[in-house]
């Protein structure tokens, strides 16, 4: 940036004194003008001295150098984008197959000329030399395994004694496992100097080892520990000496086949290819590498095909096997696409090795171990949540009484949390894998501006989501607590009823607050929503005025007490048990079983036969010739009478009865007024029984009470005679009709 800024100044002086620039100002075209025949220094000198055109000269200068910083940091700032990598690496690719192909044919000629022009005998020697070199290794091995063979069966007895607890017996088998690796590699360790002896002190100048010897050494050593770990991996020593379950078919099968993978990859790419760019071109050694890891693909990719069927049918018996739904579905998955999966990755290295033939293996190395690392701890990371979050979640004893459906609450949320979690640790890992093997870079996006944007806002969406859990399972608990007639006093109906109300209103609030919010927080503009929310608000509460009239009336009649379910009340004209109440509306039960639904706008008065007490206000009225004393003292005796009943007795509030005396002078009888308190609602029970008792202890006594009487009329005629009435005389009239006719 600097660079490019002096050489901007610098330019524009040029110009400047080139006489090229428009004028500055008035001032400064003067100057100009005046100095034009003078040479260039002084017309610089003479430009700085005037201080008009000094200033001009500067601010232009400014203003270009804002310019270039602002193009330079756009230059910077914009990347090509994901599209234009995968065109450039798309003909790359074909470029390097194109180029690959010249290269090679070329380097086959060069390398036949070479050979041509080398002279028979040395090169004879020195392949003998090396033949030897490859047999004591080889031999030296062969007879070191020999040697070791019987205490690795040694240690496979000792693995397979069952003896002992069961955390003896796996110390038993993990000790005869590094026992045999050990072995193993201590026989490779004594091989590679016993051919690094024979190269040093044999072959060539005494003390010398040549490049060629240092290849294979190397070479062996590597590839031989390699084949070392695939046979503790694939138990070859012995069956008790493994670590992987396959049976004794499949170990032999997988074991020659990756065994003599190793073989052929290693020995190729660290003895053959470094020999031939030494020896020959380095032309024919990169043909031959290709050639090389092109035959081992194609091996691999003829293996993938022929086990297809069977390691499908594994991955779906293991997924059968799996507790997780998450865990079947992605085995069930992986057992169709697998070969697809091993095929992809091959190719990726075949073209990894033409694109960039000198990292091509660094690469891939770096690549598939990045993605194992991944997998794994992917895999972990999920087992370890199965583990923990599948748990059930257990309370106290205290808490499950206060909080009977906490637990149950708790537990629910568990396979949503579950699943959410996978799926981010599956996000997380396919993230890591194409920055792996695409040109996608995970650390660029993490760092750049969208890539912070999107990171902190699904941490906010999920931040949001979880307070409002949070908040949603305090408010449930609270009233689940206060519904909950084991954690204190049993919950009238009218508490029932608000506190569902409230449940259901605080639910709502949150699912609609809770999505506004992450709305907004994901980038979408919620102005409209609302705008068309309270649109939609207002219509719904002109087109639905009488709705919100009975939700409105509901609220406060629930929240006056003035109803509870269970209350026998008058609403609406309809007398009866109240079965339901909800927001909006009244259920009524009436004493012939007819439920009557009425809406709460329908309802202006609430008569509630069921608050604190009640009376029973009797009425009786008696004949005109009866003494109201006498009659009132046979009421307060059918009281008496009444509390003598254990049953009405508690229902009886006090041992008095309230007479308020004659209270009407009626057309046909005198009516005299007495009140029972009671319990709330047992006022019909009491006042049944005590009507029962009033009877009989008047008609003991005597005492009238007046009916209505009918006369009958027999008509007249035309002379204003009634015709006589045949009356038939009972013989033996009853004593009371006697005493009646005498009185």
């Known amino acids: 940036m600097m660079h490019a800024l002096v050489a901007c100044r610098t330019l524009i002086f040029a110009f400047v004194l080139a006489g090229l620039f428009p004028s500055f100002s008035s001032a400064a075209e003067t100057a100009a003008q005046g100095a034009a025949g003078e040479p260039g220094h002084q017309r610089l000198a003479d430009l700085l001295e005037d201080d008009a055109a000094r200033s001009a000269l500067i601010e232009q200068l400014r203003k270009l150098g804002e310019q270039d910083s602002a193009d330079a940091l756009a230059a910077e700032g914009a990347g090509p984008s994901l599209a234009a990598r995968v065109a450039d690496l798309s003909q790359r690719v074909a470029q390097g197959v194109v180029g690959e192909t010249h290269?090679?044919?070329?380097?086959?000629?060069?390398?036949?000329?070479?050979?041509?022009?080398?002279?028979?005998?040395?090169?004879?020697?020195?392949?003998?030399?090396?033949?030897?070199?490859?047999?004591?290794?080889?031999?030296?091995?062969?007879?070191?395994?020999?040697?070791?063979?019987?205490?690795?069966?040694?240690?496979?007895?000792?693995?397979?004694?069952?003896?002992?607890?069961?955390?003896?017996?796996?110390?038993?088998?993990?000790?005869?496992?590094?026992?045999?690796?050990?072995?193993?590699?201590?026989?490779?360790?004594?091989?590679?100097?016993?051919?690094?002896?024979?190269?040093?002190?044999?072959?060539?100048?005494?003390?010398?080892?040549?490049?060629?010897?240092?290849?294979?050494?190397?070479?062996?050593l590597v590839v031989e520990s390699l084949r070392a770990v695939l046979r503790i991996l694939l138990s070859r020593h012995g069956e008790h000496l493994r670590i992987l379950p396959p049976a004794a078919e499949e170990?032999?099968?997988?074991?020659?086949?990756?065994?003599?993978?190793?073989?052929?990859?290693?020995?190729?790419?660290?003895?053959?290819?470094?020999?031939?760019?030494?020896?020959?071109?380095?032309?024919?050694?990169?043909?031959?590498?290709?050639?090389?890891?092109?035959?081992?693909?194609?091996?691999?990719?003829?293996?993938?095909?022929?086990?297809?069927?069977?390691?499908?049918?594994?991955?779906?018996?293991?997924?059968?096997?799996?507790g997780s739904p998450f865990a079947r579905v992605s085995l069930a998955i992986g057992a169709r696409i697998w070969h697809i999966a091993a095929i992809v990755y091959l190719a990726a290295i075949l073209v990894t090795a033409i694109l960039y033939p000198e990292e091509a293996l660094p690469f891939m190395l770096a690549a598939t171990g990045q993605t194992i690392v991944a997998v794994v701890v992917g895999i972990a990371l999920a087992a370890l949540l199965t583990q923990v979050i599948l748990r059930r979640i257990r309370l106290g004893e205290e808490l499950r009484t206060k909080f009977p459906l906490l637990e149950s609450r708790l537990n629910a949320y568990v396979p949503t949390a579950l699943k959410i979690a996978r799926f981010a640790i599956l996000g997380v890992v396919v993230a890591f894998i194409a920055d792996a093997w695409t040109p996608f870079d995970l650390g660029a996006w993490v760092s750049s501006d969208a890539g912070a944007s999107v990171i902190g806002r699904l941490l906010s969406v999920a931040l949001i989501v979880v307070l409002a859990l949070l908040v949603w399972l305090v408010v449930a608990s609270?009233?689940?607590?206060?519904?909950?007639?084991?954690?204190?006093?049993?919950?009238?109906?009218?508490?029932?009823?608000?506190?569902?109300?409230?449940?259901?209103?605080?639910?709502?609030?949150?699912?609609?607050?809770?999505?506004?919010?992450?709305?907004?927080?994901?980038?979408?503009?919620?102005?409209?929503?609302?705008?068309?929310?309270?649109?939609?608000?207002?219509?719904?509460?002109?087109?639905?005025?009488?709705?919100?009239?009975?939700?409105?009336?509901?609220?406060?009649?629930?929240?006056?007490?003035?109803?509870d379910?269970?209350?026998?009340?008058?609403?609406?004209?309809?007398?009866?048990?109240?079965?339901?109440?909800?927001?909006?509306?009244?259920?009524?039960?009436?004493?012939?079983?007819?439920?009557?639904?009425?809406?709460?706008?329908?309802?202006?008065?609430?008569?509630?036969?069921?608050?604190?007490?009640?009376?029973?206000?009797?009425?009786?009225?008696?004949?005109?010739?009866?003494?109201?004393?006498?009659?009132?003292?046979?009421?307060?005796?059918?009281?008496?009478?009444?509390?003598?009943?254990?049953?009405?007795?508690?229902?009886?509030?006090?041992?008095?009865?309230?007479?308020?005396?004659v209270t009407a002078l009626a057309d046909s009888a005198v009516n005299v007024r007495v009140r029972i308190k009671t319990l709330a609602g047992s006022q019909f029970a009491v006042g049944r029984a005590y009507n029962r008792l009033v009877k009989r202890h008047f008609d003991a006594a005597g005492i009238e009470i007046p009916f209505p009487h009918m006369t009958l009329y027999f008509g007249e005629d035309k002379h204003g005679k009634a015709p006589s009435a045949h009356v038939r005389l009972l013989e033996g009239p009853e004593p009371a009709a006697q005493a009646r006719g005498s009185a």
Request: net charge negative; charged share 15%; glycine share 10%.
């Open 251 to 322: 170990k032999a099968y997988w074991y020659a086949w990756i065994s003599r993978m190793v073989f052929f990859l290693g020995y190729g790419l660290m003895l053959v290819v470094p020999m031939l760019d030494r020896f020959v071109t380095a032309g024919l050694a990169r043909t031959v590498a290709i050639v090389i890891m092109l035959s081992a693909l194609l091996r691999a990719v003829v293996i993938v095909m022929q086990n297809r069927a069977r390691v499908r049918a594994a991955l779906e018996a293991l997924g059968e096997r799996m």
């Open 565 to 661: 379910v269970g209350d026998v009340v008058t609403a609406g004209g309809i007398t009866g048990t109240v079965e339901r109440m909800t927001i909006r509306s009244l259920g009524l039960r009436d004493l012939s079983g007819t439920y009557h639904l009425l809406p709460f706008s329908s309802v202006d008065t609430v008569s509630n036969y069921n608050r604190d007490f009640a009376y029973h206000v009797g009425e009786y009225g008696i004949g005109y010739r009866e003494d109201t004393d006498e009659a009132i003292v046979h009421l307060r005796a059918a009281f008496d009478e009444l509390l003598q009943d254990p049953a009405l007795r508690e229902q009886i509030l006090g041992d008095t009865l309230e007479v308020h005396g």
């Open 478 to 563: 609270w009233i689940e607590f206060r519904l909950n007639p084991d954690a204190g006093a049993a919950p009238n109906p009218r508490a029932r009823t608000l506190l569902t109300i409230f449940r259901n209103a605080v639910a709502i609030a949150l699912v609609v607050v809770t999505s506004m919010v992450v709305l907004a927080e994901i980038g979408i503009n919620i102005a409209p929503l609302l705008a068309g929310a309270g649109v939609l608000g207002l219509a719904i509460g002109f087109g639905a005025q009488k709705l919100v009239q009975d939700v409105i009336t509901g609220v406060f009649i629930q929240l006056e007490r003035a109803i």
């Open 103 to 220: 290269n090679a044919l070329d380097a086959v000629g060069d390398a036949w000329q070479l050979l041509l022009a080398a002279e028979p005998q040395v090169l004879a020697w020195l392949v003998g030399e090396f033949v030897l070199l490859m047999a004591v290794a080889l031999l030296a091995f062969r007879l070191l395994s020999a040697a070791t063979g019987s205490l690795i069966r040694a240690l496979d007895r000792l693995a397979a004694r069952p003896d002992g607890p069961g955390a003896l017996a796996c110390l038993r088998r993990g000790l005869g496992l590094a026992g045999a690796l050990l072995c193993d590699l201590a026989a490779i360790a004594l091989a590679w100097l016993a051919g690094h002896a024979v190269a040093v002190f044999v072959l060539g100048a005494p003390g010398e080892l040549r490049a060629e010897a240092s290849l294979f050494l190397n070479a062996f």
